[in-house]
């Protein structure tokens, strides 16, 4: 027996249990001297923070594109900022735009990589299961480019998706360029992807919980304190790119009362189950899109062909539609108009990205279930007045706690929603409704609109925080 494998035999650093046990320790990968952080901590934290200095202007980068495809193909004029497309002029030709660009998504998941098609957290959760956290190098710029190829020609989804993916994949490439584990490699794959969320919008703390809950699937400092220094160094270089400006623009909230509490509870559980429909329905459509007698390079234009119809009744619904959510925020968008602009949003997302375009579903399911909460406080306030319930609130919680069903990152929507916001007095309401949200979701649902592809594949998606799991060695 090698002095290698008797020193690595001791589970303390005192004497090894037993000689003969060092080969089996090893090879089971056990963690035998368990340190908070060590000095390889101190070189995947300086990678994160690397990392996270690339991918701030990668996203910048990304939204840039997304404005100047969206000024082309809307505009036909040549410009870098977002814009809605909801301002067109293109007449009956706005069905035709949609169209084209998700024949060139189809085209390029054809002939370029499969995994641009979806939304990209699921495939980044996938690496991570079952590759050592490795993604294809080919996903780092392809990804970006479907997506803003998708959203920027009328594609109702967010930008934060294909970002995250990004992120993801451009820490899995450095960790496998690098010497490392693949543990350390999953470690910069999250670091990446909360670095693109930080960096879209502006809020650190949610996108570390987001990476925690979603893709490392632990919580111990070797893996959370490079993520957050990734997160960071972001939210520290992104004013110099995106400007200081709040993402949404809210008024000040008053405090809950307890009436209004168990409001925004009640509000939560009617989120809960409407985000069980939310991933029943997508993967309903998706199973349809399996049926079809034609190649899946052809789908994606045929959920474009459905964007494009309801995009002439109802522009708004296209594109990345952050002013959607300002103005359901605003507590001034109400009624039937806004129960028939999610109806329409809910159809054209949840079908374009059922049938296998690239984009994300943060936004979507921010709009939607923002405007679903408004709804529900309006009608609680009609039939129950004494709960006083503020309806900017109310929106607020139901885009939370709509996102906490739907994907289970209970922590990330609170603080999600009170980053955005950056009101103390939002977090009780936000923690009563996507408390009692997630809930309902767990009992109704065993999986989520995350994981349902993965545990239909076979595979198993931890559901709990883990102390540690297994790390397979670096290989030379």
């Not at 109802?314 to 300002?326: L, S």
Request: glycine share 12%; charged share 10%; proline share 6%.
């Amino acid at each position: 027996m090698s002095d290698h494998e008797i020193k690595n035999a001791s589970t303390t650093p005192g004497l090894p249990i037993s000689l003969g046990l060092g080969p089996v320790l090893e090879k089971a990968d056990v963690e035998r001297h368990p340190r908070a952080l060590d000095r390889r901590s101190l070189l995947v934290g300086a990678l994160c923070i690397g990392l996270a200095l690339i991918m701030t202007p990668i996203a910048r980068g990304l939204m840039a594109l997304i404005g100047l495809i969206t000024n082309l193909a809307f505009y036909q004029r040549v410009g870098f900022d977002l814009v809605s497309p909801a301002g067109h002029h293109l007449g009956l030709f706005v069905i035709a735009v949609p169209v084209i660009g998700s024949l060139i998504v189809g085209l390029m998941a054809r002939f370029g990589a499969k995994a641009i098609r979806g939304h990209g957290i699921p495939e980044a959760m996938e690496q991570i299961l079952t590759n050592d956290s490795r993604i294809p190098v080919r996903m780092t710029f392809l990804k970006p480019l479907s997506a803003a190829i998708a959203i920027g020609t009328g594609g109702p989804f967010g930008a934060e998706g294909p970002i995250i993916a990004t992120g993801g994949a451009l820490g899995s490439l450095l960790g496998q360029v690098i010497h490392v584990t693949a543990h350390e490699r999953k470690t910069l794959l999250a670091a990446g992807a909360a670095a693109g969320m930080t960096a879209i919008f502006g809020t650190p703390f949610s996108a570390i919980l987001l990476a925690i809950e979603l893709l490392v699937f632990e919580f111990r400092p070797r893996s959370f304190i490079p993520i957050a220094l990734a997160a960071l160094s972001a939210i520290m270089l992104r004013p110099f790119l995106f400007g200081t400006d709040l993402l949404f623009h809210i008024a000040t909230f008053a405090p809950a009362s307890p009436a209004a509490l168990i409001g925004y509870a009640a509000l939560g559980v009617i989120m809960g189950l409407f985000a069980v429909i939310i991933a029943k329905s997508t993967y309903l459509i998706e199973d349809l899109f399996e049926r079809l007698p034609i190649h899946w390079m052809w789908w994606p234009a045929i959920g474009g062909l459905v964007v494009g119809l309801v995009g002439l009744w109802e522009p708004r619904v296209m594109g990345v539609g952050y002013d959607n959510i300002d103005r359901i925020l605003s507590g001034n968008f109400l009624g039937i108009a806004l129960l028939t602009f999610c109806l329409l949003k809910f159809i054209a997302w949840s079908i374009a990205l059922g049938s296998g375009t690239s984009g994300g579903t943060l936004a979507p399911i921010f709009t939607i279930g923002g405007g679903l909460g408004v709804l529900t406080a309006q009608v609680f306030e009609a039939a129950l007045p004494s709960l006083d319930l503020d309806l900017r609130m109310a929106g607020l919680v139901g885009m939370a706690a709509c996102f906490a069903g739907a994907s289970r990152a209970l922590f990330a929507s609170v603080l999600f929603a009170l980053e955005v916001t950056q009101q103390f007095n939002t977090l009780l309401p936000l923690l009563a409704g996507c408390a009692t949200s997630f809930m309902v979701s767990a009992f109704v649902m065993k999986t989520t609109i995350m994981t349902e592809k993965l545990v239909r594949r076979g595979h198993h998606v931890p559901s709990e925080y883990m102390a540690h799991g297994p790390q397979t060695p670096a290989k030379p």
